[in-house]
């Protein structure tokens, strides 16, 4: 379904009670976040705010659930697409015997071609107004978090271009605003924009930047796809939406926009120029990625439709509106996966407690030895996949789904020192864990059945236990441990959480060899280590703190089995690193959490704004957990 701008999806979204306005007044100063925050921990509605103290309203958490985000991508069910895709791939690469088969190919043909984008003559509806004097301050643009640098421009649709092919990429990368025409581009270095500007910066030229807002959904899932180079993230708009994208040109810069954006901001990045000081911002890893150094955006002018809305998000602790971002992602690129790469993929998931880039489950048909770690090798070599910290392959009837089903699955068939692999390689830039800033390890987790030539001995002993831990006799024991959780040994998984207060150098490592030893932990293969501050009795909490937390090549801890009839072990220290202890010199950033005043603010209001039921605040929980400092850590 194509929408015909944001306007048609915010009426679509009402229409399903997926919306809710709010009138009461809200400021975009934190006190926007806080609701949202609230909101969408619920997988709760849209969010209309039409009294933000600016002209115009502000649209948030439009994706919000599985829902609306099927709604956004025009389907019922994700997996509609990835039939589609699959179908469609078939179709195309099959094989062709006869002139019969071959003028079957014609219609879809034409239907591929009736996706592709098309740059009308004229104006747009993005160009209905111009602004006299370009000021992006006019607008509500959020200041998300309590250490944020400033107000951060969170849904840009950013269009930039190769100067010596004129391909096109469409990305979505933060914005924060120094001014009413400067702001901050934070284009990564594995980025095509930033590829781009590093090709202008060798020709001495400046870079023309366009920002769209708003406009047909698709757009900002389209901007955030995985797509590979050299491919229109307008194609697979046109795709998704059964109807080609219609693009205007900009007025003062060479580019083309969608006719339909709500906003649009024309600009340049002159690569001669100084980069400017950006951050700090939470960002979806729930902490904060920390200030640095990135290309000024000028800013030469500003259209925009009467009656805008100016489209935003929040990320953070999850979950939050982009889990649902991503949950497309997996399912709309599983059938490329499968089709072109990796054959004997059946599924895939990425949890949202693992952030998108730090854990990822596949589900394949096997059929030989080493086949699990021919998959691992391969998802880390596809794309932006790249960045993924741990891969978890699995096999047979497991419902991936199923976070506890897969633990299980995963315990009955793992030996720890046969199954797992340590590597290296490109890290996402927010992973705050590495000792080396974008690399840093990886693991791979085999967690599919054996068959005979993969097995350490013929006993391949499990192990599993079921019994629950002594937990006075540990505690007493190790005074630094300060809780223990083992409630997933009554479900057949085990793993055990321990909280601990770190006090000394390779303290992580003694305690985990002292540990296995004792007879408690004889029968239990896997131990995280999470700091002594965080609640563990939460077990998708825990995983996301963990995941966050862990280089695993530097902090898997594997503990080779005594004999053929005993089972190995590992530790995987998922503690804040620290120079003192760990010899870690990056710093650690804070994890995200709403200042006290800002949570009594919302609270007061609460009855006012039309939510229903009083939602309390989730950084009550965190705040406790903040460590000392502002965005950055203090040793």
Known sequence: ????????????????????????????????????????????????????????????????????????????????ITKEIEDLFKMVTGPKESIMDKLKLLPKLGQIASWMPKVVSGRGECQEVVMSTPDITKFPVLTCWPEDGGPFITLPVIH????????????????????????????????????????YKKLGQKMPVAVALGGDPV????????????????????????????????????????????????????????????????????????????????????????????????????????????????????????????????DMVLPMEGVFHNLVIVKIKKDYPGQALKVMNSMWGAGQMMFTKMIIVVDGDVNIHDNAEVAKYISENV??????????????????????????????????????????????????????????????????????????????????????????????????????AHPEFKNIKVVLYLEHTIDISDIADAVWRFSNNVDPRRDGLVIKANDDQSISHIGLDGTRKTKEFDGFSRDWPNILASKPETIERIDAIWSKLGLGEFIPSPSIKYIKQLYKGGAVVEE
């Not at 439009?62 to 985000?69: F, V, W």
């Not at 990429?169 to 025409?181: A, E, H, K, L």
């Not at 793993?495 to 540990?515: P, Q, S, T, W």
Request: charged content about 25%; proline content about 5%.
């Open 1 to 80: 379904m194509a929408y015909k701008n944001l306007q048609h999806f915010i009426e679509t979204l009402e229409k399903n009670n997926q919306l809710i306005r709010i009138k009461e007044y809200v400021d975009p100063k934190l006190e926007i976040t806080e609701i949202t925050d609230r909101v969408s921990k619920k997988y709760g509605p849209a969010l209309l705010f039409e009294n933000t103290g600016y002209e115009f309203p502000l649209l948030i958490n439009s994706m919000g659930n599985y829902e609306r985000m099927c709604m956004a991508l025009g389907v019922k069910h994700m997996d509609e």
């Open 160 to 199: 930039t271009k190769d100067p010596n092919n004129g391909v096109r990429n469409v990305g979505m990368y933060r914005m924060q605003v120094f001014g009413p025409d400067l702001t901050a581009m934070h284009w990564h270095k594995h980025k095509v924009s930033a590829r781009h500007f590093n090709e």
């Open 219 to 346: 757009y900002t899932y389209a901007a955030t796809a995985p797509l590979p180079d050299g491919i229109d993230e307008y194609m697979l708009a046109g795709f998704l939406r059964k109807k080609k994208v219609e693009l205007v040109q900009c007025l003062t810069q060479d580019i083309q926009v969608p006719a339909d954006a709500d906003i649009v901001i024309e600009g340049y990045v002159d690569p001669q120029e100084d980069f400017i000081w950006e951050g700090p911002f939470g960002d979806h890893t729930g902490y904060y990625s920390l200030a640095d150094w990135y290309p000024r955006f000028h800013i030469t002018c500003i259209t925009h439709r009467k009656n805008a809305v100016f489209p935003a998000t929040i990320v953070g602790i999850p979950p939050q509106e982009d889990a649902w971002i991503g949950k497309a992602t997996e399912r709309i690129f599983l059938a490329p996966i499968k089709m072109t790469m990796i054959p004997e993929v059946v």
């Open 415 to 516: 030996d720890l020192e046969n199954d797992i692999i340590f590597t290296q390689g490109p890290m996402d830039v927010l992973d705050h864990s590495c000792s080396k800033m974008a690399f840093g390890g990886k693991m791979g987790i085999d967690g599919t059945k054996k068959l005979a030539e993969e097995l350490r001995d013929d006993s391949s002993a499990v192990g599993i236990r079921s019994s629950a831990i002594n937990k006075n006799e540990i505690e007493q024991l190790f005074p630094e441990i300060k809780d223990i959780n083992d409630s997933l040994l009554n479900l057949g998984i085990s793993l055990v959480l321990v909280a601990v207060e770190k006090n000394r150098k390779e303290h992580i490592e003694d305690l985990n060899k002292r540990l296995f």
